[in-house]
């Protein structure tokens, strides 16, 4: 089994200094699919999340996992060419201020965790 996204968002939070919430994801997001519905208190996974062979889109999967137990909001799809060096995506990243910002090259969307 692929954990790609998952380890990906977990490296991110870790190196963000989040360790609990780094393990309390992961521990979310390696879930199977019906663990993740009782965790998550759903009967069934939003229409997005799900893939075209009734699975979880692993990417949906944990943007769904940080929205919902995390206070995670989606700030919407990124144009992936702006941020092919790390001089544009340092000049990008500048011009947002939040207090807790994700961006992970793998993903191609950003998060903020509201405080």
Known sequence: MKLCAEGAIANMLF?????D???EFRNLSTMSAGEILKAMSADKPPKNVQDHRHGLDPV???IWILE???NC??????????????????EKLKQIRLMHL???P???FLLWKTC
């Open 68 to 70: 919902k137990k995390f």
């Open 60 to 62: 949906e999967k944990c």
């Open 73 to 90: 909001r989606r700030f919407g799809y990124l144009n992936t060419d702006h941020f092919k060096t790390s001089a544009a995506v340092v």
């Open 15 to 19: 190196h963000m200094n989040l360790r």
């Open 102 to 104: 994700w961006y992970c």
């Open 21 to 23: 919430d780094t393990e």
């Open 106 to 108: 793998s993903v191609p």
